[in-house]
């Protein structure tokens, strides 16, 4: 049982790094961002080429691959996104969902379509209870916390984090006051494109890498996103590690009906709680 809560903490951890940048994009631009699972999986391309030429370097492989997707977010944002500011939901759905087939396209054009493996990069295991547990999945529970610090800190306490806050309250009184709302909001889309980069780079060694790991994870995140609440910081954080423990509990018992829990969970919320767009 020990090793079922040490996975379930792991998946949660990972679904959170990667859902709160769609909970942010949808709470700041109301935009439903299907390229964002793009940048996961182009994160985590980046760090399996990476890899070979730092001499098997993670964390800077990873670094690299976090730090491509910016202009690849940058681009997105401010060639597609804000043009799609104020229009009806679906617009954006159908742009950014044709964004993220062109990209898996590209992926197989540069990498091709066979899957990658990657192994344990820390490759060592800790005793808990005498269940052997391997530390890269401990490090990964411990920066999802991390994350979710560092971003309460950021949208409680900084400047740019309250006028971002600010916006998704009011976003024309915001604007009355002179500030240019959409461009803290491009920073936010950035942001969370990092993040599902970096959630890319830190399931890659768990999974296999191949041009579609991002329609999997991404049906998964909005999950997350609709049973937390659509912009909720605590609420996405609570959920993914909610949904990652049904994922791991319903696996131990009834593997083929492990994701399809997630889905019933979600549809159980938005029968007492559906959304407001």
């Not at 491509?68 to 597609?80: D, L, N, S, T």
């Not at 990498?111 to 990658?116: F, R």
Request: charged residues 10%; glycine residues 10%; aromatic residues 12%.
């Amino acid at each position: 049982m020990i090793s079922t809560i040490a996975y379930g903490l792991t998946i949660g951890g990972i679904l959170y790094i990667i859902s709160i940048g769609l909970s942010l994009t949808f709470g700041t631009m109301r935009i439903v961002n299907f390229a964002h699972a793009l940048v996961y999986t182009v994160g985590a391309y980046i760090l399996v080429t990476a890899l070979p030429q730092l001499h098997g370097w993670f964390v800077g492989s990873a670094a690299l691959g976090i730090l491509a997707v910016v202009p690849i977010a940058y681009v997105v944002e401010r060639f597609v996104i804000r043009r799609l500011y104020g229009t009806s939901i679906d617009y954006a759905i159908i742009a950014t969902y044709a964004v993220l087939l062109i990209g898996v396209d590209a992926i197989k054009w540069i990498w091709g379509a066979t899957p990658i493996p990657l192994s344990d990069p820390v490759n060592l295991y800790v005793t808990v209870l005498g269940v052997q547990l391997p530390w890269y999945r401990i490090i990964i529970i411990i920066l999802a916390f991390l994350v979710f610090g560092l971003l309460e800190f950021f949208f409680r306490r900084t400047i740019v984090g309250k006028v971002v806050i600010a916006g998704l309250e009011d976003k024309e009184a915001a604007q009355s006051l002179g500030i240019n709302v959409d461009r803290y909001f491009a920073l936010v889309f950035i942001l969370g494109s990092c993040l599902a980069a970096l959630g890319g780079v830190l399931y890659a060694p768990i999974t296999t890498v191949h041009p579609y790991m991002g329609f999997q994870v991404l049906l998964l995140s909005f999950a997350v996103v609709l049973v937390g609440g659509l912009g909720s910081l605590r609420g996405t954080f609570v959920a993914a590690f909610v949904l990652g423990m049904v994922m791991a509990v319903t696996g131990r018992f009834w593997g083929p009906a492990a994701e399809t829990m997630v889905f019933v969970v979600m549809a159980v919320v938005l029968i007492f709680k559906p959304i407001e767009v």
